[in-house]
């Protein structure tokens, strides 16, 4: 693999509406639990991308998609010491239910049954589409985007899977997240919200990680990322940001954030600024 330093960019193209686009080389990154509003379509090039889901290992190598549904924890790291090297586009539920009800006969929900398809030519048409989007070619972006996505459907679609909860916990996994949801720059201990639901702190973790995937802590970190995406998105500064969401400070969200996004907060905005700035020249 060509060159030594990790590199990511992270960033939207305007002829793209409600699709995140992503070019990144890691050595050393680790990806730490987490979810993504959108899915998770990405192009292994070079390396393999080790990913926990599903409670296994999932191994990428160069050739094949990992493929990670919305609301689905999962990890990520290299596989070989070297690295890997990947582009993926990440498509709003509604942009890939849109192209399913256009191209394919799937009702409900579309998804991805299996995290990992070999597939070398749709791996080429995720990386065009990122070349589409630098070169400002919003036609070949959008045409080549929808190709590989009725591609994926037809080879890996199924309906989404819902997370079956296992345990009579899941009414109170539900209050527990609500609380969390509406009080998310101050939230309880977990002593205190379990007394507050009326249940022992070990049964509401229990629940929790049934019902979500990962522990209130941890779910709790990930939905502040989720937060100072969008406030990101609107302007907000990340010192703001991270006040907002109830992380200490900048560095405290830069830390937690670039665990889960790939990069930092900073330089996720200013790609969104970038964006917009050269769709406002044109319009």
Do not use: C
Not at 147 to 159: D, E, H, I, Q
Not at 168 to 194: K, M, N
Request: aromatic share 6%.
């Amino acid at each position: 693999m060509a060159g030594s330093a990790e590199q990511a960019r992270h960033w939207r193209y305007a002829a793209l509406p409600g699709v995140d686009l992503l070019r990144a080389r890691y050595i050393h990154k680790t990806f730490v639990r987490h979810t993504h509003e959108h899915f998770v379509i990405a192009g292994i090039a070079e390396g393999v991308d080790v990913f926990r889901h599903g409670g296994a290992d999932q191994h990428a190598g160069p050739g094949t998609l990992a493929l990670v549904n919305p609301d689905t924890p999962h990890t990520g790291r290299a596989g070989v010491p070297e690295g890997w090297r990947y582009g993926a586009v990440y498509p709003a539920p509604e942009v890939v239910a849109g192209i399913a009800a256009e191209t394919t006969a799937l009702r409900g929900a579309p998804g991805f049954v299996r995290p990992v398809l070999d597939d070398p030519h749709a791996v080429a048409l995720v990386h065009r589409v990122l070349r589409a989007a630098e070169e400002g070619n919003a036609l070949a972006a959008d045409t080549l985007l929808r190709v590989a996505v009725t591609r994926l459907l037809r080879l890996n679609g199924g309906r989404l899977p819902q997370r079956a909860v296992r345990t009579a916990g899941a009414g109170t996994a539900a209050r527990a997240r609500a609380v969390l949801e509406e009080r998310l720059a101050d939230p309880p201990s977990l002593s205190r919200l379990a007394a507050d639901l009326s249940v022992s702190p070990f049964a509401l973790l229990r629940a929790f990680r049934d019902a979500y995937g990962m522990p209130p802590h941890a779910w709790l970190t990930d939905a502040r990322v989720r937060r100072a995406l969008r406030l990101l998105d609107a302007g907000t500064t990340p010192a703001d940001a991270a006040t907002a969401v109830g992380f200490t400070d900048q560095p405290h969200l830069s830390r937690h954030f670039t665990r889960i996004v790939g990069v930092p907060p900073g330089a996720y905005q200013r790609e969104r600024k970038n964006v917009q700035d050269r769709w406002r020249q044109r319009s």
